[in-house]
């Protein structure tokens, strides 16, 4: 049973338009998120992360908005460029001992038509 | 500044050989990950360390083994290969746990 889920994995967005990927969540006790982006033959890259005491955390042109409610994030990057065409992942971890344990999704992959 | 780095980069092994994968990291972080992914799936975690001389179990551990020895490293080792662990591994490390930064990979081929 994925807990982590990406639905799309695939978008399409023309360069200087939003790029919005989205992700949800079944477990209710997930608190912590984060969107990596990965290119081919390269590890995931750190990208933005949110607390669950938070709805929304800016970072340039990366802004990821969470709806705990809802058990759903998405992450908006305005405007998309061409070099951000990737895989882009999101993962969430529950409160554990020792350290954070994060669930992935499967990944959508972003193009950037310029 | 090296960041994080994974030896060996590719790796072909036969059924039952046995093998260890390196991680190394320069940025002192105290918490260091083994992941693996297949086609269509996520990252799903192997073991993990929350610093050197302790280790403990991810989300999908059998078949391999772990030490930290050391801070800066992390060892990933498959005692006895087979062809279900063909995968690429990331190696992971992060100061606090939250953000982890991830090597570029190690693809291994099993057959």
């Known amino acids: 049973d994925q807990q982590v889920k990406q639905n799309s994995p695939s978008l399409s967005v023309q360069e200087g338009r939003i790029s919005i990927l989205n992700c949800d969540y079944t477990n209710s006790m997930f608190d912590y998120f984060l969107w990596y982006k990965k290119y081919p033959a390269e590890g995931p890259t750190f990208l933005i992360s949110?607390?669950?005491?938070?709805d929304k955390n800016e970072d340039g042109r990366f802004t990821v908005f969470l709806n705990k409610s809802a058990k759903h994030l998405s992450l908006h990057i305005v405007p998309s460029q061409p070099g951000d065409s990737a895989v882009y992942f999101c993962?969430?971890?529950?409160?554990?001992?020792?350290?954070?344990?994060?669930?992935f999704g499967t990944g959508t992959r972003l193009k950037v038509l310029a | 500044n090296a960041g994080v780095t994974q030896t060996p980069k590719f790796r072909v092994l036969k059924t039952g050989q046995s093998m260890t994968l390196l991680c190394a990291q320069d940025m002192n972080h105290e918490y260091m990950y083994w992941y693996r992914q297949d086609p269509g799936m996520g990252l799903r975690l192997i073991h993990y360390s929350v610093g050197e001389g302790t280790t403990a179990k991810g989300e999908v551990p059998d078949g391999y083994n772990v030490s930290r020895l050391k801070k800066q490293n992390f060892l990933l080792g498959l005692e006895s290969a087979a062809p279900s662990q063909t995968s690429v591994y990331f190696c992971?490390?992060?100061?606090?746990?939250?953000?982890?930064?991830f090597g570029p990979g190690t693809r291994l081929t099993v057959t």
């Open positions: 993962a969430a971890s529950a409160p554990t001992s020792g350290t954070y344990k994060y669930i």
């Open positions: 949110i607390s669950s005491i938070k």
């Open positions: 992971a490390s992060s100061l606090s746990g939250a953000a982890q930064y």
